[in-house]
């Protein structure tokens, strides 16, 4: 078989997101909006394809970018590559080698010393029924060696509300009755014009740059932020005390999958009233409103990570008990003397 490349910048927005999802990939991280928030950071560049087999049909997506030396998106591995599910797995093995050869000639043309690369549950073949299936999950792994593994919380929204209320902890269900009749209020950018979307943005950034005291990431991941925002392709929420806005939650997602991208609290509200509590659970019923499947709260971590602050911890003990379940995800790691092993 004879398979073409054909480069991300020939491709507009729409056709990369529906080459997405013809492959089965429904993963929100694989957007075009998504890989192009990545390649914002200072240093990457972007170099994901589409491979095209004889007929001209999309038969594979190649989420790719260089960053120093590695194939990588910065502090964030490439997603993986997905081949088209309906595809015999003979045929697929063929895409596999094919690809992973074109990113071996890319490493040493440009004498790169790694290929990072993350599948998460999200990047999964999704069915009517509203559940997605990990069948192939472990490919990669005929191809590439696992550099980690880990887990990531992940909350079934097509549950009762009052089941997914039940299965929090008692401490989460007890502040959020508490925060709730302290008068704290919710609101979401889905409701507001697009001005009043604009207005809470700038807040939002505020609120981060206050509480850093610095930018916390380059002007260009916060103006693509804010055009995902203003066109509905990702949601900001906040818990206001009156009139005060004092906790946010910007989420991402596509039309079946959301997750938690950024947060931030005004520190002066956080011992008193917790809003993060009340915040995420209004979050929840809000993405399970507007008919999203399923919400990545966010990353498991555990004593033998390694680099994970004590905040980090806290955070994730905090998203456990949600009530969300464990679902895998994996990193990868290839060096060029390793694509033939």
């Not at 997506?61 to 599910?85: E, H, M, Q, R």
Request: glycine share 4%.
């Amino acid at each position: 078989m004879i398979f073409k490349n054909k480069n991300i910048k020939e491709i507009t927005n729409k056709e990369w997101n529906s080459f997405c999802k013809l492959v089965g990939d429904f993963s929100p991280f694989t957007s075009f909006e998504m890989i192009e928030y990545y390649s914002a950071f200072k240093g990457v560049k972007n170099v994901s394809f589409v491979v095209l087999d004889e007929m001209r049909d999309v038969v594979a997506t190649v989420p790719l970018a260089i960053f120093k030396d590695t194939i990588s998106f910065g502090d964030y591995p490439c997603p993986s590559i997905i081949v088209n599910s309906k595809l015999n797995n003979s045929i697929r093995k063929k895409i596999f080698s094919y690809i992973f050869l074109e990113i071996k000639k890319i490493m040493k043309k440009r004498k790169l010393v790694s290929y990072f690369f993350c599948k998460h549950a999200f990047q999964s073949i999704y069915i009517e029924s509203g559940h997605f299936l990990l069948d192939n999950f472990f490919e990669h792994f005929q191809f590439s060696k696992i550099h980690s593994i880990g887990n990531t919380y992940i909350l079934d929204l097509q549950k009762e509300e009052k089941s997914i209320f039940n299965n929090m902890s008692k401490y989460h269900k007890k502040n959020i009755k508490k925060n709730g009749a302290k008068k704290l209020t919710f609101e979401n950018s889905f409701d507001l014009n697009e001005n009043s979307r604009k207005l809470l943005f700038q807040d939002f950034r505020k609120q981060h740059f206050f509480n850093a005291k610095k930018n916390t990431r380059p002007k260009k991941t916060w103006d693509l932020m804010l055009k995902n925002l203003l066109k509905k392709n990702s949601l900001l929420t906040v818990a206001k005390l009156g009139e005060k806005n004092i906790s946010y939650l910007y989420v991402g997602f596509n039309e079946y999958f959301a997750f938690g991208w950024s947060q931030v609290n005004d520190k002066k509200y956080e011992k008193e009233y917790m809003p993060r509590h009340y915040l995420e659970w209004e979050t929840i019923k809000c993405l399970k409103k507007n008919g999203f499947k399923y919400y990545d709260i966010g990353e498991s971590y555990t004593w033998h990570h390694k680099k994970i602050s004590d905040k980090q911890y806290s955070i994730s003990t905090f998203k456990e008990k949600f009530g969300s379940r464990f679902f895998p995800k994996f990193t990868y790691k290839l060096k060029p003397n390793e694509f033939d092993n």
